[in-house]
């Protein structure tokens, strides 16, 4: 079974020889590669007067990380590297990873994340004097910008360029994985930097004092700390991906002859970058956290504005009916003052009262000041009548919220306090209502 390999290696590849030996012209020899078959003639081939100390079949993929799969033959693959399978286990993971095998026949194994920043994939094992391996990369940036920061041919330089010594010993195996980590650090660490900057520039627009020509969009910017929230995660990642590489660096390093008395000096620098950026990717998220909150905040006192205008807005509507309903009042009163008079001078007015003149006028105030008294009182009465009613039912209203409260907290002999109001309730409500069913 094939799979998870090519069914042949890739037509268009690229080989690279890297030199090592001092003093001689250092640039690498790039070797454009048209068919398969050269790609693994390449490959399989010892590079010539043993003068390289690296041999690298790379590839450029056109498609992102996520949809990688293994554009190698098997025979190329174990070719590369000596027990192919820890390779194709990295190959089928999302999360990428490392492994470096220290000794005679040294390894050194690596995938990055499939997280859609800049991907590579290599495998480097050493055979004989020389360090052979396959090289897979895209140039598919963090922010969707092409970034060839991967490109083999552009790796290495005179800091990572491998010892002339080393070939005896295969140690030259680390320069490929140390001038990639420098390249890695270098990348994350701008968008570290991308991620706090915008950060920063969220919390300025939280903590300024807002005008009213001038608030912040506080969707926006919840929107703008969700997505560092997501780019956060794939830093942690990509963080703790770049700290597993160098521990596996070191370990080729330290496994050779020359780890036991000297330092690799380019780690150096690498490390003391890994380890100060902890600081930043621990405080980032409960910088974030504490975005969110001022957020939360702000639209809680945003609500509790709006609520304090809409209760403005209802008292201000309850005073203009109160006003309304007072002058309603006052044109009831005065309806009530002349409807009876109006009344009486309506019946005067008709022709059976023609005959008799002024001097029965008297008769007039007569009929109608009663009149009017009597409808007056009858009005003042219904309406006293009809405010006890209410008062009565508002302590009602206010006693049996007591009680269900009381039923709640489960006090003792609650339930039938409240049943027997009910009862209460309904006896008073008949006696109140039958003696007025009776006159009418």
Partial sequence: MDFPFAASDPSTCVGIDYMCRDGDDKTPQIHELTTGEQAHDFLTSHPEASLASIRLLTVHLPQGSSEFTLPWTRESVEHAIWGSGVYTDLAASQSGGVASFPGEDCRFILQTPRDGGPFCSFALSRRGTAVKGVYCFTTLSFDGKREGIFDPADLLDDTTLPQSGWRSTGLQIVAISTAFLRQHVAWLSKRINAVTSKLSEIETALFAPPTRSHEPNLQALNHALHTLSTRLHVLHRRANFESQTLSAIQTLYSGSRYGTHTPYAPLSPLRNTIESRTFDLTAVPARISAARETINTLIHQRNQTLHLEVAESSQRIAEATLSDAASMRVIAVLTMCFLPGTAVAGIFGMGMFLDLGWKWIWVYFIVTVPLTVGVLGVWWI??????????????????????????????????????????????????????EKGNA
Avoid at 394 to 404: L, N
């Fill in 382 to 435: 219904w309406l006293r009548r009809m405010r006890k009613r209410g008062n009565v039912l508002d302590m009602m209203s206010g006693t049996r919220r007591t009680q269900f409260h009381d039923v709640e907290a489960g006090e003792p002999h609650a339930v039938e306090r409240l049943q027997a109001q009910d009862h209460e309730t309904v006896e008073m409500h008949v006696f109140d209502t039958t003696p």
